[in-house]
């Protein structure tokens, strides 16, 4: 069954480092996520990216922010600065063409130290 | 008033109960309705996709969507310990943007 890839599936960095979130979506989706979630808390959209463009973001997608799709594989997520606030468990998501709901990959979990 | 509302539980239940689980929302924008289980440190995995109010059944689990009410439930009939982890709503309007609601810890007890 094809799946959402996330690696690493922990990252652990000090404050004010710059870290690169990976994500391979699953083959031919099109439309491509980034949710994060604090422990204990809802799952909070960030971003959405389509057509090699970003489609919505939320309030939380901040300068700190920025997505890539370098190849034709890969989709990721990078937070330039981090902030101990960014400790959180970042989930990838896709969904294909015609479909309407998303598959989320196993997520990534980040802890600013 | 949060955009969707969900009991955190935690929801305790012996095996072989019928299980339900609820959702409201505010926004009447909202037409697609789904329905995630998310076990400790994992991903959300999806249950049940509805499209507008209705019914709509797949092997133990039911969802119904009554948007008049702005009220979603899914129900987990011939609960398996299996079935234990949090249950997320969530929902979207014509963009691809999800909400979800904060979850249900669901046990299901031996």
């Known amino acids: 069954e094809p799946e959402v890839t996330q690696t690493p599936s922990h990252q652990v960095t000090q404050m004010g480092q710059e870290v690169i979130l990976r994500c391979v979506p699953i083959?031919?989706?099109?439309?491509f996520y980034w949710y994060r979630q604090i422990l204990g808390q809802k799952v909070e959209f960030l971003v959405s990216?389509?057509?090699?463009?970003?489609?919505?973001k939320s309030e939380i997608f901040d300068d700190q922010f920025s997505v890539e799709r370098p190849d034709g594989s890969n989709f990721t997520l990078k937070i330039r600065s981090t902030k101990l606030e960014d400790s959180a468990m970042y989930f990838c998501?896709?969904?294909?063409?015609?479909?309407?709901?998303?598959?989320f990959g196993q997520g990534t979990r980040l802890t600013v130290v | 008033q949060k955009e969707v509302e969900q009991d955190p539980g935690p929801l305790s239940v012996p095996e072989g109960a019928i299980v339900s689980l609820n959702c409201t929302y505010s926004?009447?924008?909202?037409?697609?309705f789904m329905w995630y289980r998310q076990y400790s440190r994992k991903g959300p995995e999806l249950l049940m996709y509805t499209y507008s109010s209705g019914n709509k059944e797949d092997g133990r689990f039911t969802a119904q969507v009554d948007k008049s009410s702005k009220y979603i439930s899914l129900f987990i009939r011939d609960s398996q310990p299996s079935d234990s982890a949090t249950y997320l709503c969530a929902m979207r309007g014509a963009g691809n943007m999800l909400t979800f609601g904060g979850g249900t810890r669901l046990m299901v007890k031996p």
């Open positions: 926004n009447s924008a909202f037409q697609y």
């Open positions: 083959s031919n989706h099109l439309y």
């Open positions: 990216f389509y057509n090699n463009e970003i489609s919505e």
């Open positions: 998501a896709s969904i294909g063409t015609g479909g309407n709901w998303a598959f």
